[in-house]
Protein backbone atom coordinates (compact mmCIF):
# COMPACT_ATOMS: atom_id res chain seq x y z
CA UNK A 1 0.00 0.00 0.00
CA UNK A 2 3.30 2.33 0.79
CA UNK A 3 4.37 1.90 -2.23
CA UNK A 4 1.17 2.58 -4.34
CA UNK A 5 1.20 5.96 -2.24
CA UNK A 6 4.28 6.29 -3.75
CA UNK A 7 3.17 5.74 -7.32
CA UNK A 8 0.10 8.31 -6.60
CA UNK A 9 2.37 10.85 -5.16
CA UNK A 10 4.62 11.27 -8.21
CA UNK A 11 1.10 10.87 -10.40
CA UNK A 12 0.21 13.85 -8.51
CA UNK A 13 3.81 15.54 -9.18
CA UNK A 14 3.14 14.66 -12.89
CA UNK A 15 -0.26 16.27 -13.06
CA UNK A 16 1.24 19.49 -10.82
CA UNK A 17 4.17 19.68 -13.65
CA UNK A 18 1.09 19.58 -16.09
CA UNK A 19 -1.16 22.35 -14.78
CA UNK A 20 -3.56 20.28 -13.04
CA UNK A 21 -4.81 20.22 -9.02
CA UNK A 22 -5.35 17.14 -7.22
CA UNK A 23 -8.60 16.82 -5.32
CA UNK A 24 -8.97 13.27 -4.68
CA UNK A 25 -7.43 9.75 -5.03
CA UNK A 26 -8.70 6.46 -5.88
CA UNK A 27 -6.52 2.95 -5.08
CA UNK A 28 -8.63 -0.40 -5.70
CA UNK A 29 -6.85 -4.00 -5.01
CA UNK A 30 -7.58 -6.51 -7.97
CA UNK A 31 -5.67 -9.15 -9.20
CA UNK A 32 -5.89 -7.97 -12.92
CA UNK A 33 -7.49 -5.01 -14.81
CA UNK A 34 -10.99 -5.29 -15.68
CA UNK A 35 -10.80 -5.44 -19.25
CA UNK A 36 -13.63 -2.79 -20.02
CA UNK A 37 -13.39 -0.47 -17.74
CA UNK A 38 -9.53 -0.89 -16.23
CA UNK A 39 -11.09 -0.53 -12.56
CA UNK A 40 -14.31 -2.30 -11.31
CA UNK A 41 -18.01 -0.67 -11.80
CA UNK A 42 -18.19 -0.34 -8.45
CA UNK A 43 -15.34 1.71 -7.95
CA UNK A 44 -16.08 3.50 -11.15
CA UNK A 45 -19.40 4.55 -9.58
CA UNK A 46 -17.44 5.91 -7.16
CA UNK A 47 -15.32 7.80 -9.28
CA UNK A 48 -18.31 9.49 -11.09
CA UNK A 49 -20.38 10.59 -8.42
CA UNK A 50 -17.32 12.28 -6.68
CA UNK A 51 -16.59 13.92 -10.01
CA UNK A 52 -19.54 15.22 -10.31
CA UNK A 53 -19.89 16.38 -6.75
CA UNK A 54 -16.85 18.07 -7.15
CA UNK A 55 -17.33 19.24 -10.41
CA UNK A 56 -13.96 17.66 -11.54
CA UNK A 57 -13.20 18.77 -15.17
CA UNK A 58 -10.16 15.98 -15.29
CA UNK A 59 -9.31 11.94 -14.20
CA UNK A 60 -6.23 10.31 -14.63
CA UNK A 61 -5.26 6.97 -14.49
CA UNK A 62 -1.61 5.82 -13.52
CA UNK A 63 -1.70 3.37 -16.59
CA UNK A 64 -1.90 3.49 -19.92
CA UNK A 65 -5.26 2.77 -20.81
CA UNK A 66 -6.42 1.23 -24.31
CA UNK A 67 -8.87 3.22 -26.65
CA UNK A 68 -11.76 1.22 -25.68
CA UNK A 69 -11.26 1.15 -21.59
CA UNK A 70 -10.96 5.26 -22.43
CA UNK A 71 -14.15 5.07 -24.71
CA UNK A 72 -16.43 2.97 -21.80
CA UNK A 73 -14.88 5.20 -19.37
CA UNK A 74 -15.77 8.76 -20.58
CA UNK A 75 -19.13 7.03 -21.47
CA UNK A 76 -20.16 6.50 -17.78
CA UNK A 77 -17.81 9.76 -16.19
CA UNK A 78 -18.78 12.39 -18.36
CA UNK A 79 -15.88 14.41 -18.34
CA UNK A 80 -11.92 14.04 -20.10
CA UNK A 81 -9.99 11.04 -18.95
CA UNK A 82 -6.29 10.45 -19.65
CA UNK A 83 -4.01 8.10 -19.01
CA UNK A 84 -0.58 7.91 -17.93
CA UNK A 85 1.00 8.20 -20.75
CA UNK A 86 -1.03 11.17 -22.33
CA UNK A 87 -0.09 13.14 -19.49
CA UNK A 88 3.41 12.70 -19.53
CA UNK A 89 3.62 13.41 -23.82
CA UNK A 90 1.36 16.59 -22.56
CA UNK A 91 4.51 17.81 -20.26
CA UNK A 92 6.93 16.72 -22.78
CA UNK A 93 4.75 18.71 -25.26
CA UNK A 94 5.40 21.65 -22.96
CA UNK A 95 8.92 21.51 -22.07
CA UNK A 96 10.15 20.84 -25.59
CA UNK A 97 12.11 23.78 -27.01
CA UNK A 98 14.71 22.61 -29.86
CA UNK A 99 13.81 21.64 -33.29
CA UNK A 100 14.56 17.82 -32.32
CA UNK A 101 13.00 17.30 -28.75
CA UNK A 102 9.29 19.20 -30.81
CA UNK A 103 9.94 16.36 -33.35
CA UNK A 104 10.77 13.56 -31.28
CA UNK A 105 7.31 14.29 -29.25
CA UNK A 106 5.43 15.12 -31.72
CA UNK A 107 6.05 11.46 -33.13
CA UNK A 108 5.71 10.16 -29.64
CA UNK A 109 1.77 11.79 -29.99
CA UNK A 110 1.36 10.58 -33.04
CA UNK A 111 1.96 7.34 -32.43
CA UNK A 112 0.09 7.33 -29.74
CA UNK A 113 -3.14 9.27 -31.03
CA UNK A 114 -3.03 6.72 -34.21
CA UNK A 115 -4.95 4.04 -32.36
CA UNK A 116 -7.42 6.37 -31.12
CA UNK A 117 -8.24 8.78 -33.33
CA UNK A 118 -12.08 7.29 -33.60
CA UNK A 119 -12.86 8.38 -29.99
CA UNK A 120 -11.02 11.83 -30.21
CA UNK A 121 -12.35 13.01 -32.70
CA UNK A 122 -15.55 12.63 -31.62
CA UNK A 123 -14.86 13.84 -28.23
CA UNK A 124 -12.68 16.94 -29.61
CA UNK A 125 -15.87 17.93 -30.68
CA UNK A 126 -16.69 19.05 -26.67
CA UNK A 127 -13.19 19.80 -25.40
CA UNK A 128 -11.67 22.92 -25.48
CA UNK A 129 -7.67 22.68 -25.15
CA UNK A 130 -6.11 21.27 -21.44
CA UNK A 131 -3.98 18.90 -20.14
CA UNK A 132 -3.50 15.83 -22.83
CA UNK A 133 -4.51 18.17 -25.63
CA UNK A 134 -1.60 19.64 -26.78
CA UNK A 135 -0.04 19.52 -30.19
CA UNK A 136 -0.96 16.83 -33.23
CA UNK A 137 -4.48 16.68 -32.01
CA UNK A 138 -5.70 19.94 -32.33
CA UNK A 139 -5.34 20.23 -36.24
CA UNK A 140 -8.51 18.80 -37.99
CA UNK A 141 -7.10 17.91 -40.91
CA UNK A 142 -5.40 15.07 -39.13
CA UNK A 143 -8.59 13.23 -38.07
CA UNK A 144 -7.43 10.88 -41.05
CA UNK A 145 -5.32 8.13 -40.36
CA UNK A 146 -3.87 7.75 -43.92
CA UNK A 147 -2.45 11.62 -42.89
CA UNK A 148 -1.60 10.48 -39.49
CA UNK A 149 0.80 7.80 -41.19
CA UNK A 150 2.32 10.26 -43.29
CA UNK A 151 3.02 12.47 -40.90
CA UNK A 152 4.68 9.60 -38.61
CA UNK A 153 6.75 8.81 -42.02
CA UNK A 154 7.68 12.56 -42.12
CA UNK A 155 8.67 13.02 -39.10
CA UNK A 156 10.90 10.27 -38.90
CA UNK A 157 12.68 10.72 -41.84
CA UNK A 158 13.02 14.51 -39.99
CA UNK A 159 14.73 12.70 -37.10
CA UNK A 160 16.73 11.02 -39.31
CA UNK A 161 17.96 13.86 -40.89
CA UNK A 162 18.65 15.53 -37.60
CA UNK A 163 20.53 12.21 -36.43
CA UNK A 164 22.74 12.67 -39.08
CA UNK A 165 23.99 15.88 -38.48
CA UNK A 166 24.42 14.98 -34.66
CA UNK A 167 26.69 12.25 -35.88
CA UNK A 168 28.45 14.44 -37.65
CA UNK A 169 28.83 16.76 -34.50
CA UNK A 170 29.87 13.79 -32.10
CA UNK A 171 32.52 13.34 -34.51
CA UNK A 172 33.95 16.76 -34.57
CA UNK A 173 33.90 16.01 -30.35
CA UNK A 174 35.58 12.34 -30.55
CA UNK A 175 39.08 13.76 -29.25
CA UNK A 176 37.22 14.15 -25.67
CA UNK A 177 36.46 12.47 -23.21
CA UNK A 178 33.05 12.53 -22.90
CA UNK A 179 30.56 12.25 -19.80
CA UNK A 180 26.83 11.74 -19.56
CA UNK A 181 24.67 12.19 -16.61
CA UNK A 182 21.83 10.25 -16.22
CA UNK A 183 19.22 9.40 -14.03
CA UNK A 184 15.32 9.43 -12.68
CA UNK A 185 13.62 12.93 -13.14
CA UNK A 186 13.93 15.37 -10.54
CA UNK A 187 17.13 13.74 -9.47
CA UNK A 188 19.40 17.15 -9.51
CA UNK A 189 20.94 16.32 -12.66
CA UNK A 190 20.77 20.13 -14.29
CA UNK A 191 21.27 21.51 -10.60
CA UNK A 192 24.74 19.11 -10.80
CA UNK A 193 25.26 20.19 -14.38
CA UNK A 194 24.84 24.23 -13.43
CA UNK A 195 27.48 23.81 -10.82
CA UNK A 196 30.47 22.09 -12.66
CA UNK A 197 30.33 24.24 -16.04
CA UNK A 198 28.53 27.47 -16.86
CA UNK A 199 25.64 26.26 -18.68
CA UNK A 200 22.73 27.45 -17.07
CA UNK A 201 20.23 24.79 -17.77
CA UNK A 202 16.94 24.79 -16.29
CA UNK A 203 16.57 23.64 -13.06
CA UNK A 204 13.35 23.08 -11.28
CA UNK A 205 11.48 21.41 -8.82
CA UNK A 206 9.63 19.75 -11.73
CA UNK A 207 9.49 16.62 -13.64
CA UNK A 208 11.43 16.61 -16.88
CA UNK A 209 12.67 19.99 -16.20
CA UNK A 210 15.17 19.28 -19.46
CA UNK A 211 14.43 17.63 -22.21
CA UNK A 212 16.85 19.14 -24.74
CA UNK A 213 20.50 17.56 -24.06
CA UNK A 214 22.92 20.10 -23.34
CA UNK A 215 26.56 19.57 -23.80
CA UNK A 216 29.14 21.93 -22.59
CA UNK A 217 33.03 21.75 -21.92
CA UNK A 218 34.77 21.32 -18.25
CA UNK A 219 37.82 21.84 -17.47
CA UNK A 220 38.98 20.37 -13.91
CA UNK A 221 42.33 21.18 -12.96
CA UNK A 222 43.80 21.32 -16.58
CA UNK A 223 41.55 17.81 -17.54
CA UNK A 224 38.89 19.23 -20.40
CA UNK A 225 36.25 16.56 -21.20
CA UNK A 226 32.28 17.47 -22.54
CA UNK A 227 30.00 16.84 -20.30
CA UNK A 228 25.90 16.11 -21.48
CA UNK A 229 22.90 16.28 -19.26
CA UNK A 230 20.49 14.27 -21.09
CA UNK A 231 16.43 13.72 -20.52
CA UNK A 232 15.35 12.37 -17.08
CA UNK A 233 13.97 8.87 -16.80
CA UNK A 234 10.56 7.60 -15.27
CA UNK A 235 8.45 4.74 -14.30
CA UNK A 236 6.47 4.05 -16.98
CA UNK A 237 8.56 5.78 -19.33
CA UNK A 238 5.97 5.36 -22.88
CA UNK A 239 7.26 3.73 -24.94
CA UNK A 240 7.15 6.09 -27.90
CA UNK A 241 9.07 8.33 -26.02
CA UNK A 242 12.06 5.86 -25.60
CA UNK A 243 11.63 5.37 -29.32
CA UNK A 244 11.78 8.57 -29.98
CA UNK A 245 13.95 9.95 -28.13
CA UNK A 246 16.97 7.25 -28.79
CA UNK A 247 18.70 9.79 -31.21
CA UNK A 248 18.76 12.08 -28.21
CA UNK A 249 20.41 9.02 -26.08
CA UNK A 250 23.06 8.40 -28.24
CA UNK A 251 24.94 10.57 -26.20
CA UNK A 252 24.46 8.36 -23.07
CA UNK A 253 25.71 5.23 -25.67
CA UNK A 254 28.88 6.88 -26.79
CA UNK A 255 29.84 8.31 -23.25
CA UNK A 256 33.16 7.36 -21.86
CA UNK A 257 31.57 7.65 -18.01
CA UNK A 258 28.19 7.89 -16.89
CA UNK A 259 27.40 9.50 -14.02
CA UNK A 260 24.29 7.67 -12.29
CA UNK A 261 22.39 10.93 -10.45
CA UNK A 262 20.04 9.56 -7.06
CA UNK A 263 17.94 11.75 -5.46
CA UNK A 264 18.77 9.74 -1.95
CA UNK A 265 16.32 11.75 -0.17
CA UNK A 266 13.36 10.42 -2.12
CA UNK A 267 11.88 7.40 -0.33
CA UNK A 268 12.11 4.93 -3.11
CA UNK A 269 15.35 5.97 -4.35
CA UNK A 270 16.06 2.28 -4.58
CA UNK A 271 13.67 1.54 -7.49
CA UNK A 272 14.40 4.72 -9.07
CA UNK A 273 17.95 3.34 -9.19
CA UNK A 274 16.24 -0.18 -10.55
CA UNK A 275 14.21 2.06 -13.22
CA UNK A 276 17.35 3.82 -14.27
CA UNK A 277 19.62 0.64 -15.13
CA UNK A 278 16.89 -1.32 -16.50
CA UNK A 279 16.46 1.90 -19.06
CA UNK A 280 20.15 1.90 -19.20
CA UNK A 281 19.83 -1.73 -19.78
CA UNK A 282 17.62 -1.07 -23.01
CA UNK A 283 20.32 1.19 -24.39
CA UNK A 284 22.61 -1.25 -24.14
CA UNK A 285 24.81 0.91 -21.89
CA UNK A 286 24.27 -1.42 -18.60
CA UNK A 287 27.69 -2.17 -18.52
CA UNK A 288 29.82 1.19 -19.09
CA UNK A 289 31.78 2.75 -16.13
CA UNK A 290 29.40 4.35 -13.87
CA UNK A 291 29.92 6.43 -10.55
CA UNK A 292 26.44 6.32 -8.79
CA UNK A 293 26.10 9.86 -7.63
CA UNK A 294 23.80 10.14 -4.36
CA UNK A 295 22.35 13.36 -4.26
CA UNK A 296 20.48 15.68 -1.81
CA UNK A 297 21.82 14.26 1.27
CA UNK A 298 20.69 17.52 3.05
CA UNK A 299 17.23 16.41 2.36
CA UNK A 300 18.13 12.77 3.69
CA UNK A 301 16.43 12.23 6.57
CA UNK A 302 17.68 9.21 9.31
CA UNK A 303 15.53 6.73 10.88
CA UNK A 304 15.49 7.56 14.64
CA UNK A 305 16.28 4.32 15.69
CA UNK A 306 19.44 4.36 14.49
CA UNK A 307 21.96 4.68 17.36
CA UNK A 308 24.13 6.93 16.49
CA UNK A 309 25.09 10.47 17.14
CA UNK A 310 24.90 12.21 13.64
CA UNK A 311 25.06 16.30 13.49
CA UNK A 312 26.80 17.61 10.39
CA UNK A 313 26.37 16.43 6.31
CA UNK A 314 29.70 14.69 7.03
CA UNK A 315 28.30 12.89 9.72
CA UNK A 316 25.05 11.83 7.33
CA UNK A 317 27.79 11.18 4.78
CA UNK A 318 29.47 8.50 6.44
CA UNK A 319 26.90 6.74 8.12
CA UNK A 320 25.52 6.20 4.09
CA UNK A 321 28.43 5.17 2.88
CA UNK A 322 29.53 2.47 5.61
CA UNK A 323 25.78 1.19 4.96
CA UNK A 324 25.97 1.10 1.23
CA UNK A 325 29.61 0.79 0.14
CA UNK A 326 29.04 -3.36 -0.22
CA UNK A 327 26.09 -2.75 -2.94
CA UNK A 328 27.47 0.49 -4.50
CA UNK A 329 31.53 0.44 -4.34
CA UNK A 330 31.94 3.66 -6.90
CA UNK A 331 29.46 6.25 -5.46
CA UNK A 332 30.21 9.57 -3.66
CA UNK A 333 27.46 11.43 -1.63
CA UNK A 334 27.09 15.06 -2.35
CA UNK A 335 24.53 18.19 -2.73
CA UNK A 336 24.69 19.97 -5.56
CA UNK A 337 22.51 22.90 -4.17
CA UNK A 338 24.42 23.16 -1.19
CA UNK A 339 27.94 22.78 -2.53
CA UNK A 340 28.36 19.79 -0.36
CA UNK A 341 30.95 17.75 -1.01
CA UNK A 342 31.73 18.91 -4.47
CA UNK A 343 35.74 19.49 -4.25
CA UNK A 344 35.27 16.09 -3.13
CA UNK A 345 33.79 15.09 -6.39
CA UNK A 346 35.22 17.18 -8.98
CA UNK A 347 38.16 15.30 -7.85
CA UNK A 348 36.94 12.10 -8.27
CA UNK A 349 36.33 12.95 -11.43
CA UNK A 350 38.97 14.14 -12.19
CA UNK A 351 40.74 11.18 -12.15
CA UNK A 352 38.24 8.92 -13.50
CA UNK A 353 38.84 11.03 -16.97
CA UNK A 354 42.35 10.73 -16.60
CA UNK A 355 42.28 7.16 -16.51
CA UNK A 356 40.07 7.56 -19.74
CA UNK A 357 42.24 9.81 -21.54
CA UNK A 358 45.15 7.30 -20.37
CA UNK A 359 43.38 4.70 -22.41
CA UNK A 360 42.81 7.05 -25.42
CA UNK A 361 46.29 8.67 -25.06
CA UNK A 362 48.48 6.03 -23.61
CA UNK A 363 51.71 8.27 -24.03
CA UNK A 364 50.51 11.75 -23.69
CA UNK A 365 50.36 11.92 -19.12
CA UNK A 366 53.27 14.40 -19.46
CA UNK A 367 51.71 16.44 -22.28
CA UNK A 368 47.86 16.45 -20.58
CA UNK A 369 48.04 16.51 -17.04
CA UNK A 370 49.84 18.08 -14.52
Known sequence: MLLTQEHLDELEFLASTAGATTIKRFTQNMQQKHSKFFV?????DEIKKYAEFANADLVIFDDELSPSQIKNIEQIIECKIIDRTNLILDIFAKRAQTAQAKTQVELAQCEYLLPRLTRMW???SRQKGGIGMKGPGEKEIETDRRIIRTKIKLLKDKLELIDRQNITRRKARAEKIRIALVGYTNAGKSTLMNKLSDAA????NKLFATLDTTIRKVV???LPFLLSDTVGFIRKLPHT???SFKSTLDEVREADLLLHIVDISHPEFLNQIAVVNETLKELG???KRTLIVFNKIDKYVIKEDVDLEIETLEDKSNYLEKMMKEQYPDMIFISAS?????ATFREKLYFMAKEEYMKMYPYSEGEFFI
Do not use: Q
Open 40 to 44: GPGKL
Open 122 to 124: THL
Open 201 to 204: VLAE
Open 220 to 222: INN
Open 241 to 243: LVE
Open 285 to 287: VEN
Open 338 to 342: LNFNM
